[in-house]
């Protein structure tokens, strides 16, 4: 089964645990709109978070890591990855399941995955009917560490 999320607007981090989740089950997800998800906190904390992030380099060889994603679909999966437990097997089965995008391109999810989205049930969750006073979207951080899409 083939569920399909849009993260337009919504708070990274429940987007990416419902993720999770389904993906465990066996279940493969496709993430749209990856870019216009939102972290909730303060910009500046965020901001010099994940800039402190590319500090880190390892100093014998850097083909091995760490690998930052400065791209919005890769910064996604790799807060999904987060969720699951990838030092098991188990984890890694369900990594492969799950398919990030930047927009909704129709024309991929049609080739790739055979999917219709006239047709097809978008899941939202739980739309954040409060405005959060304090928060920033995937794109700018991704944008502030250097990623170009």
């Known amino acids: 089964m083939m569920i399909v999320i849009d993260a337009e607007k919504q708070v990274l981090g429940r987007v990416c645990s419902i993720a999770a989740k389904k993906t465990l089950l066996g279940e493969e997800v496709v993430i749209v709109n990856a870019e216009k998800a939102i972290v909730s906190g303060s910009r500046d904390n965020i901001l010099k978070e994940n800039l402190a992030s590319l500090e880190i380099k390892n100093k014998g ?5 760490p690998f930052h994603m400065k791209r919005a679909d890769r910064y996604v999966r790799r807060r999904v990855r987060g969720m699951l437990p990838y030092s098991k097997a188990r984890g890694r089965e369900a990594f492969k399941r799950v398919q990030v995008y930047i927009g909704t391109p129709a024309e991929v ?3 790739n995955h055979d999917i219709d989205l006239g047709k097809t ?6 739309e954040s009917d409060k405005k959060l ?9 991704c944008s502030q560490m250097g ?3």
């Open 147 to 149: 990623g170009k899409w």
């Open 121 to 126: 049930k978008v899941l939202k969750p739980a």
């Open 133 to 141: 006073r304090r928060s920033i979207t995937v794109a700018e951080i």
């Open 109 to 111: 999810l049609k080739k």
């Open 61 to 65: 060889n850097y083909r091995k890591g």
